[in-house]
């Protein structure tokens, strides 16, 4: 798809609306602008995820994060073109092996990680905190892309949903990967073992008290 922009502002969209890619014009308030900015969203996360990470994203996984970068601007493509019988330019469309080839990666991925025994803290390195936001995005974007195929299924094609839950699942797992110590893992009633804050100066008056160190 050859993209050439001498411009950024235009003003066009100053009544409220926006383009799409067959040229017709809808509300910025359109289901289907909020499903492909999602998209955008969770692609901006990945990146930030690259550029922020201090070594513990390996080189294989930023391989295939960078793939995904390109994936989510084929998927932005094909949100932001409304199918057509006839259309007169052929739009880019992602099919199933887009799919396939994340399921691919998460196989890969997961294979040398230990099970899960509990829920995981979105945390740990700045890659694998980065990369569990944006598994939370691309979470929120399959909802938004379910959102618009209730609104219009006539005019909208289906695959990009199922891409988008197979991508959280795959940046869920990179997040894993990209935390060498192990997981931050969930301890239900956790904050119940944390002592108040009036606590720890009771305890620290009280040590001061019969002469001990604070």
């Known amino acids: 798809m050859a993209v050439n922009l001498t411009r ?15 040229f017709t014009r809808v509300p ?9 900015g999602d998209v955008d969203e969770a692609n901006a996360v990945v990146g930030a995820a690259l550029a922020l990470q201090t070594g513990e994203i390996g080189e294989r996984e930023a391989a295939i994060l960078l793939a995904v970068q390109n994936d989510l601007f084929d998927v ?3 949100l932001s073109t409304p199918v057509a019988p006839d259309p007169k330019h052929p739009p ?15 196989d890969e991925c ?10 995981i803290l979105r945390g740990g390195t700045p890659g694998a905190a980065l990369l569990h936001q ?7 974007a399959e909802r938004s892309v379910w959102a618009l195929l209730e609104a219009e299924p006539e005019i909208t094609h289906a695959v990009p949903v199922t891409y988008l839950n197979r991508l959280s699942d795959l940046l869920f797992v990179l997040a894993r990967k990209a935390n060498p110590g192990g997981d931050v893992l969930w301890r239900p009633r956790a904050s ?9 100066r009771v305890v620290k008056s009280l040590r001061l008290r019969d002469g001990g160190r604070a």
Do not use: M
Not at 92 to 102: A, G, N
């Open 8 to 22: 950024i502002y235009t003003k066009t969209g100053d009544d409220g609306t926006t383009g799409l890619a067959d």
């Open 28 to 36: 910025k308030t359109h289901v289907r602008l909020a499903a492909y």
């Open 76 to 78: 932005g493509a094909d």
């Open 92 to 106: 880019l469309r992602i099919d199933e092996s887009y799919v396939t080839r994340l399921e691919g990666w998460i």
């Open 110 to 119: 997961n294979a040398d990680l230990e099970s899960l025994r509990s829920f």
């Open 134 to 140: 944006a598994c939370t995005v691309a979470r929120r």
């Open 192 to 200: 119940q073992e944390l002592p108040s804050g009036r606590s720890r």
